[in-house]
Nanobody, 127 residues
Framework: VQLQASGGGLGQAGDSLRLSCAAS????????MGWFRQAPGKEREFVAV????????RYSDSVKGRFTISRDNAKNTIYLQMNTLKPEDTAVYYC?????????????????????WGQGTQVTVSS
């Protein structure tokens, strides 16, 4: 599975950005998908996850209420709408495909639950 993330860039506090992640896998709708981020000098952290049919989503506390994850299975793409950006949102954002799971509502938050990772897209927010 190949993942191509895009949509990162520069913004100011309060701005909005939308990230996209396109997958090469034909059975894209069989997989839970997630977003993670890594800020300079910090470990990579969970941001958001969406179940394979989109029926369940989870968010980290730091982005809940500001970010929205969604997916378009017809386009093999997931999105991360980021509103009310803060300087602490500055990071490289990665999309990832979770290992297969029986549950349609599988939404893991740990890195080790993800099998494939995109190359990352930089988001920089100034104050």
């Amino acid at each position: 599975v190949q993942l191509q993330a895009s949509g990162g860039g520069l913004g100011q506090a309060g701005d909005s950005l939308r990230l996209s992640c396109a997958a090469s896998e034909r059975t894209f709708n069989s997989y839970t998908m997630g977003w993670f981020r890594q800020a300079p000098g910090k470990e990579r952290e969970f941001v958001a996850v969406i179940s394979r049919a989109g029926g369940r989503t989870r968010y980290s506390d730091s982005v809940k209420g500001r970010f929205t994850i969604s997916r378009d299975n017809a386009k093999n793409t997931i999105y991360l709408q980021m509103n009310t950006l803060k300087p602490e949102d500055t990071a490289v954002y990665y999309c990832a495909v979770a290992y297969p799971h029986a549950s349609s509502f599988y939404t893991p938050t740990q890195e080790e639950s993800y099998a494939y990772w995109g190359q990352g897209t930089q988001v920089t927010v100034s104050s």
